[in-house]
């Protein structure tokens, strides 16, 4: 079992910064791929970011590719997400998922193969 806990969220300016963390319980979150997903309201959720087991293999969705930058630090239990050069339409509610693998270089980007959700953080984008 994996406990996520997001954190980080905020109000902040379009073209500002934030980060997000995800703590994660349990002794194996090593043996997990991380995955950052968004719904903003009256969309679906959708594809963020995603990071392997070992953070060496990561993906972006192309709206926010070279913006946005995912990391984990297994010795701390948490993945990260680096917002920068914020838009108005990343305004959304970003979640943080985690899915265990068997590959190092393993991750998804689909939210259907995610086994554990945490509960959401808040970033509100204004123009």
């Known amino acids: 079992q994996v406990q996520l806990v997001e954190s980080g969220g905020g109000l902040v300016q379009a073209g500002g910064s934030l980060r997000l963390s995800c703590a994660a319980s349990?002794?194996?979150?090593?043996?997990?791929?991380m995955g950052w997903f968004r719904q903003a309201p009256g969309k679906e959720r959708e594809f963020v970011a995603a990071i392997s087991w070992s953070g060496g293999a990561t993906s972006y969705a192309d709206s926010v590719k070279g913006r946005f930058t995912v990391s984990r630090d297994n010795a701390k239990n948490t993945m990260y997400l680096q917002l920068n050069s914020l838009k108005p339409e990343d305004t959304a509610v970003y979640y943080c998922a985690a899915v265990r693998t068997i590959g190092s270089g393993t991750y998804s980007r689909n939210q259907y193969e995610y086994s554990y959700w945490g509960q959401g953080t808040q970033v509100t984008v204004s123009s």
């Open positions: 349990g002794r194996t979150f090593n043996s997990y791929a």
